[in-house]
């Protein structure tokens, strides 16, 4: 059974007139909790689409690449992203309730808002509106400053990530730390990690670029240290 068939079954539990944000507190083990994932992807990033004002065709896209959405099941997308977007709960109400089912799992929740800022950056332009929505999620999440910090500098458009940022770590760190934070980062990239944390398989090539842009990171950093 696809994943979009499991989101029609969590949907079509919904009684009558009860808000799409209900579904996040019967999806909390796996594997449901893939569903879930996929749920909160799109609709915190309906929520987002209102941030800017615009949904744009780019936005839809990337929608599409995160989940490799098949034209089948485009319509079943596009009810959770208009279910959202016509939900009167805020954004803030969303990411508690989706905080609240993924819980101390740090690591799902900063896939998740990689996820969102895929989306965020699909049309070329990061809007300070964008940024106030990904930040206040990211707090709710109980994301580091920092942890948001290293994301926004790999996805944010004509901007040079610093190495130091996208790996979460300071200059003045001694090398051997900071060779073990990329090392952990390696690990928890790894696809069968990321299955286990709930990530559903149509959403885990997000990863590919991140394992990219964490070696190359690393690579900058040891070659200013030799």
Do not use: C
């Amino acid at each position: 059974m696809s994943i979009w068939n499991r989101i029609s079954e969590a949907l079509s539990a919904l009684t009558k007139g009860e808000p799409l944000s209900e579904v996040f507190d019967r999806l909390r083990t796996p594997p449901e909790r893939s569903v879930a994932f996929a749920i909160a992807v799109i609709a915190l990033g309906a929520k987002m689409a209102k941030a800017d004002g615009l949904v744009t065709r780019d936005e839809v896209t990337a929608f599409r690449d995160v989940f490799q959405i098949a034209q089948a099941d485009e319509a079943g997308a596009a009810r959770v992203f208009n279910l959202a977007r016509q939900d009167v709960a805020g954004f803030e109400e969303y990411a508690e309730r989706i905080q609240r089912m993924f819980g101390d799992d740090t690591e799902t929740l900063s896939d998740l808002m990689e996820g969102l800022f895929h989306i965020a950056v699909a049309d070329g332009i990061y809007h300070p509106n964008e940024d106030q929505f990904l930040e206040r999620v990211a707090g709710i999440f109980g994301l580091k400053p920092y942890e948001f910090n290293a994301l926004k500098s790999r996805f944010v458009p004509d901007a040079k990530p610093d190495p130091y940022s996208v790996l979460g770590v300071t200059p003045d760190m001694p090398m051997d730390e900071i060779r073990k934070v990329w090392r952990k980062q390696v690990r928890e990239s790894h696809p069968d990690r990321m299955l286990a944390r709930g990530v559903p398989e149509e959403a885990v090539k997000l990863a590919e670029k991140r394992i990219i842009d964490i070696n190359r990171a690393w690579e900058e950093i040891s070659e200013r240290a030799a």
